[in-house]
């Protein structure tokens, strides 16, 4: 009874297993960097800011061309955009 509770224990943990070894392929070791700098820029890499391409007068001068706003434009007199 002892040796079938035994395997019993072993089946549901596992057993014992033989660990394997890491594979060292290189006689010398070399320490793993770890470091992370922070970024410190020196200088911005956009100098400024983009402008807003279409505000409100870009936004006259293109207005929407589709068919119903077409339509709109004809039946009712007024700009899509």
């Not at 297993?17 to 922070?38: C, D, E, I, N, V």
């Not at 956009?46 to 936004?59: G, W």
């Not at 293109?62 to 077409?70: G, R």
Request: aromatic fraction near 8%; proline fraction near 9%; charged fraction near 30%.
């Amino acid at each position: 009874k002892a040796k079938a509770t035994k395997a019993a224990r072993a089946v549901t943990k596992g057993g014992s297993k033989q660990k394997l070894l890491k594979k060292r392929f290189s006689p010398t070791f070399h320490r793993p960097k770890t470091f992370k700098a922070s970024r410190a820029p020196k200088y911005p890499r956009v100098s400024v800011p983009p402008m807003c391409k279409l505000d409100q007068f870009q936004i006259l001068k293109f207005p929407l061309t589709t068919e119903s706003a077409m339509k709109k434009i004809e039946d009712n007199n007024t700009l899509v955009f």
